[in-house]
T-cell receptor, first 117, second 114 residues
Framework: SQKIEQNSEALNIQEGKTATLTCNYT??????LQWYRQDPGRGPVFLLL?????KEKRKERLKVTFDTTLKQSLFHITASQPADSATYLC????????????????FGKGTKLSVKP | KAGVTQTPRYLIKTRGQQVTLSCSPI?????VSWYQQTPGQGLQFLFE???????NKGNFPGRFSGRQFSNSRSEMNVSTLELGDSALYLC?????????????FGNGTRLTVT
């Protein structure tokens, strides 16, 4: 069955450094992958979507890569700030139960990022 | 544009009871998905509705059900509550056209079963 793994449950870094979060998937090849941020007591917030034919995507201080050979996506936050502290979730789509098309998102368990001043 | 609204925000029920949670999606969004979030399992997909039809369903028992109304608002029902149903229930709406639309989540309903 499809499996999503975010390698670190927690990541602690110093302000100003680059945070790198990893998402690995097995047993299938998603056509795209989304990244979300979740703060305590709140719902996840969409950050970026990257498609399988896009090696890299950027949005301000955020960068996502998608390596279909390694079956891995990396999420980078450059010049990190304490306000970046949150849990980050990767979410590729599952294969739907009918037709083999890709549908609902399946979420990794997330990486809790703490940025210390 | 108003975001996704979930009511109630908190709920305490006892085992054996049933509960109904409500979700109002972003205006114009036709897809509504429901997820259960627990510390141990993370976000688990319950079901998705699109234009009043259930389009996809996760691996939850039949005690979990949902529906969507013509105005895209959705409700989720859990019958015969168990202690293990204690969780944050999240609703998300999207345009839902081809499956790669970003999800817009509400802040959830925190259900505690005692």
């Amino acid at each position: 069955s499809q499996k999503i793994e975010q390698n670190s449950e927690a990541l602690n870094i110093q302000e100003g450094k680059t945070a790198t979060l990893t998402c690995n998937y097995t047993n299938y090849s998603p056509a795209y992958l989304q990244w979300y941020r979740q703060d305590p007591g709140r719902g996840p917030v969409f950050l970026l979507l990257i498609r399988e034919n896009e090696k890299e995507k950027r949005k301000e201080r955020l960068k996502v890569t998608f390596d279909t050979t390694l079956k891995q996506s990396l999420f980078h936050i450059t010049a990190s700030q304490p306000a970046d502290s949150a849990t980050y979730l990767c979410a590729p789509p599952s294969y739907m139960n009918y037709g083999g098309s890709q549908g609902n998102l399946i979420f990794g368990k997330g990486t809790k990022l703490s940025v210390k001043p | 544009k108003a975001g996704v609204t979930q009511t109630p925000r908190y709920l305490i029920k006892t085992r054996g009871q049933q509960v109904t949670l409500s979700c109002s999606p972003i205006s114009g969004h036709r897809s509504v998905s429901w997820y259960q979030q627990t510390p141990g399992q993370g976000l688990q997909f319950l079901f998705e509705y699109f234009s009043e039809t259930q389009r996809n369903k996760g691996n939850f028992p039949g005690r979990f059900s949902g529906r969507q109304f013509s105005n895209s608002r959705s409700e989720m029902n859990v019958s015969t509550l168990e202690l293990g149903d204690s969780a944050l229930y999240l609703c998300a709406s999207s345009l839902g056209g081809n499956g790669n639309s970003p999800l817009h989540f509400g802040n959830g309903t925190r259900l505690t079963v005692t």
